[in-house]
């Protein structure tokens, strides 16, 4: 029998075998989505757990400064305009963290 395939079967053979030759590159096209979408969200995840290390060093650093009298003006004592100025700065970039 397999001499005598009729014409139909092979147009049915080349349509199927052209359906998954599209489906193959597809699929090739969407993993390639997905794997830059996937090294985006891993770029971004870096970025965050790196600002919260920053976060977590300063507010370590405030806690150490705060322990240690070193002499500095306090918060009774006068700053002149340019340290207060710098003061505040800080502590909106870097607000502590209140825990209940």
Known sequence: MWPFIDISTRKQLSGVLERLERLERENKAIR??????????MK?????????QQIEQHEAEVVTEAAIPSGAPTATSPLDPVSQRILD???RMFPVKREA
């Open 89 to 91: 700065r800080r502590r």
């Open 44 to 52: 971004l995840v870096g970025r965050f757990t790196k600002r919260a």
């Open 32 to 41: 390639g989505e997905w794997e830059d979408a996937y090294d985006r969200l």
